[in-house]
């Protein structure tokens, strides 16, 4: 499938069903933390970039291939920003319609500002918006925006969606070490918060290889810090680890690409995801990937992840694997 994938574990949304309605890293943020590399170019327009109509049929497809049970929520979810389609709030009155499922959609939140997306989001069940940041400088070091979506718009979208909105509404807050988990960035964004009354705060980490070299993972003093300031709704949210349901893919290469193009892994955890296929196998269609160059390898936090070939991480950090690597890869 091209616009649909899992359902894949998730902490927060159990079996997540994703739908990915944007090509490979289209964002109007450029996010120092982002999984799937830097934002090349940055992009701003809402347009509908697959026709809605493919990406419901696959929904309708996915839908009825699963039996009751095996998925908890249907999630917008996947390559970049989805406010970013003009289609969205269509496509989730349509998800409703066709199932009882709650629909979920994970979003930077640069677009609540206006009130057409504010609109399109109520129909959804529940809506994670970011906000890692509580000022103007250190937004745009985080998150590097397109330049007219301003610290000003977002908080103002926050709050305007807080007011309107009746469904669960959960902001994330990416933790990176010594950008925003000292006593006095968190005190800015918890007044932030606030301010925006959301119903939870979920604590993010920058486990995934992160769009920049320098990003580092909060240590447990950071997360103490963070839990003791954001306060009671606050929590720290894990990645969740689990099999993938792959049963759309026919091959162990299409698996992986499916996977790694949203979600870049290390080989121990590809090997856990793709549980369907031998460990051998999964090594030998890894090295297939990475001689056709449809997949490479970065380097990040002294582990090797794999990612699609398209994304866009810093050349020094895509070096050839070495022999030593390729032997400790299938240890
Ligand atoms: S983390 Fe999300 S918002 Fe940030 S650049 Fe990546 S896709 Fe965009």
Same mark, same amino acid.
């Given at each position: 499938?091209?616009?649909?994938?899992?359902?894949?574990?998730?902490?927060?949304?159990?079996?997540?069903?994703?739908?990915?309605?944007?090509? $490979?890293?289209?964002?109007?943020?450029?996010?120092?933390?982002?999984? @799937? &590399?830097?934002?090349? $170019?940055?992009?701003?327009?809402?347009?509908?970039?697959? $026709?809605?109509?493919?990406?419901?049929?696959?929904?309708?497809?996915?839908?009825?291939?699963?039996?009751?049970?095996?998925?908890?929520?249907?999630?917008?979810?996947?390559?970049?920003?989805?406010?970013?389609?003009?289609?969205?709030?269509?496509?989730?009155?349509?998800?409703?319609?066709?199932?009882?499922? $709650?629909?979920?959609?994970?979003?930077?939140?640069?677009?609540?500002? @206006?009130?057409?997306?504010? /609109?399109?989001?109520?129909? =959804?069940?529940?809506? /994670?918006?970011?906000?890692?940041?509580?000022?103007?400088?250190?937004?745009?070091?985080?998150?590097?925006?397109?330049?007219?979506?301003?610290?000003?718009?977002?908080?103002?979208?926050?709050?305007?969606?807080?007011?309107?909105?009746?469904?669960?509404?959960?902001?994330?807050?990416?933790?990176?070490?010594?950008?925003?988990?000292?006593?006095?960035?968190?005190?800015?964004?918890?007044?932030?918060?606030?301010?925006?009354?959301?119903?939870?705060?979920?604590?993010?980490?920058?486990?995934?290889?992160?769009?920049?070299?320098?990003?580092?993972?909060?240590?447990?003093?950071?997360?103490?810090?963070?839990?003791?300031?954001?306060?009671?709704?606050?929590?720290?949210?894990?990645?969740?680890?689990?099999?993938?349901?792959?049963?759309?893919?026919?091959?162990?290469?299409?698996?992986?690409?499916?996977?790694?193009?949203?979600?870049?892994?290390?080989?121990?955890?590809?090997?856990? =995801?793709?549980?369907?296929?031998?460990?051998?196998?999964?090594?030998?269609?890894?090295?297939?990937?990475?001689?056709?160059?449809?997949?490479?390898?970065?380097?990040?936090? &002294?582990?090797?992840?794999?990612?699609?070939?398209?994304?866009?991480?810093?050349?020094?950090?895509?070096?050839?694997?070495?022999?030593?690597?390729?032997?400790?890869?299938? /240890?």
């Amino acid at each position: 499938m091209k616009y649909v994938f899992g359902p894949v574990p998730s902490r927060r949304l159990g079996q997540s069903l994703g739908i990915d309605t944007i090509p $490979p890293k289209t964002c109007n943020w450029n996010c120092v933390y982002c999984q @799937l &590399g830097r934002s090349v $170019p940055l992009v701003h327009e809402r347009r509908e970039y697959y $026709p809605r109509q493919d990406i419901l049929l696959e929904v309708e497809q996915a839908l009825a291939d699963h039996r009751p049970g095996e998925i908890d929520w249907v999630t917008f979810v996947g390559s970049g920003e989805p406010t970013l389609h003009s289609g969205l709030g269509w496509l989730i009155r349509q998800v409703k319609e066709l199932s009882d499922l $709650p629909v979920a959609v994970i979003t930077n939140g640069a677009f609540l500002y @206006l009130p057409e997306v504010r /609109l399109e989001l109520s129909l =959804a069940d529940a809506v /994670l918006p970011s906000l890692d940041a509580g000022n103007a400088r250190l937004y745009r070091k985080i998150n590097r925006p397109w330049p007219e979506l301003t610290f000003e718009r977002l908080l103002q979208g926050l709050q305007a969606f807080r007011q309107e909105y009746h469904g669960k509404f959960w902001v994330e807050v990416m933790l990176v070490k010594g950008l925003n988990d000292s006593e006095a960035c968190l005190t800015e964004i918890a007044r932030r918060l606030e301010r925006i009354q959301p119903d939870q705060v979920h604590i993010n980490l920058p486990t995934r290889p992160p769009a920049e070299a320098w990003v580092q993972l909060p240590d447990q003093d950071g997360l103490l810090r963070a839990m003791g300031i954001l306060g009671d709704v606050a929590e720290v949210v894990h990645p969740a680890e689990g099999e993938f349901d792959l049963s759309g893919d026919e091959n162990v290469v299409e698996a992986i690409l499916n996977i790694i193009t949203r979600h870049p892994m290390s080989q121990e955890q590809l090997v856990r =995801a793709l549980g369907r296929w031998q460990p051998e196998a999964v090594d030998q269609a890894l090295g297939e990937l990475e001689a056709s160059r449809r997949a490479q390898v970065v380097r990040r936090y &002294g582990s090797l992840f794999w990612t699609v070939r398209t994304a866009r991480f810093p050349e020094e950090n895509l070096k050839p694997i070495t022999n030593d690597e390729q032997r400790s890869r299938r /240890l």
